[in-house]
DNA sequence: TATATTTGCGTAACTAGTTACGTAATAAAA
DNA sequence: TTTTATTACGTAACTAGTTACGCAAATATA
């Protein structure tokens, strides 16, 4: 295979984990375009929590995916201007921004299912090999949680 | 845990890989800044491969770490701005820029190892609870190179 | 009740990648 | 030798995330 990120073994694990997962989202991109999906692929996401939640702020989206709220805000704004989500400011406390998903959104959350459901076969078919591969993903991400990178590098780094 | 990401399980998974990428990757600007590193957590891995081979264009770094080539002519133009890589152009084809790195890229490399060493070794903790990990991410690549996300979700979609 | 703190969210400026396009130099083919 | 195709690389415009900052509304405290 000739890979250098392979070769250099540890010292490109985390470049290879970046470059698996920049192949799937552009990879993505493209299959949404060929199909003729209007949507981004991380908005799939979005699509779920408002769908399952019915209303939700930015504050809990960025809460439940885990990620920034200035990030959440910009994949908002791109929906809400797309028309798939709108926005009704919360009578009791005016800063809250309570969205939802729109009429447009609802029509064609099955057509949209079809092309998701296709994107998780995908997924399993492709650790299918890999037995492991979620439980170990998991741990990964507690260790991480319970002392970061940075800190554990920073341990590592007086032990010298 | 309590993760959505997680709860939604095959649907979450490329997003979960994302997300640890993403995290680590943060983590490591966070490490540079705090250590007093003058460099971008990617750079190193062009530091590598110019002190491995002496001189390369930025077409062979782009093929060695298989990303575009846009994306190499960032990262080396940022490192030329900060004195870290020197360019000649090749005298027998005035197309190729020849790089190289700079003594002050040599002087600091020591320095840069202890800390590039020290993240290596993070990596190594971090999955030494995960024996099958590095073997079972080469899976996922060799997949992925025969045939790409999209194309098996387009296979997928057919099948239902 | 007046003041201080927290919360929600919006924006700015940054890095990191992509695809699409253009241009000049080299190599290949007519 | 002239034309055509390929190669190297630079730029533009885009998405996707981050941290840092600001501001107004709500809440807690003095």
């Known amino acids: 295979m000739n890979d250098f990120l392979s070769e250099i073994e540890y010292a490109g694990l985390i470049s290879r984990i970046k470059r698996l997962s920049d192949e799937i989202l552009y990879s993505t991109r493209d299959y949404y375009k060929t199909v003729g999906l209007d949507i981004e692929p991380n908005w799939h996401l979005v699509f779920y929590l408002l769908e399952r939640n019915g209303s939700m702020t930015i504050t809990d989206i960025s809460q439940e995916l885990r990620m920034s709220h200035p990030a959440c805000v910009k994949i908002i704004k791109k929906m809400k201007k797309k028309g798939y989500v709108l926005t009704k400011t919360d009578d009791s406390d005016s800063r809250r921004q309570l969205l939802q998903l729109s009429d447009k959104s609802k029509a064609q959350l099955p057509f949209f299912r079809k ?46």
Chains 1, 2 share one sequence.
């Open 115 to 160: 092309h998701w459901d296709a994107g998780i076969k995908t997924t399993e078919d492709l650790i299918a090999d890999s037995p492991h591969f979620v439980e170990e993903l998991k741990q990964l991400e507690l260790k991480i949680d319970q002392k970061s990178y940075k800190d554990r590098t920073l341990d590592n780094l007086e032990l010298e």
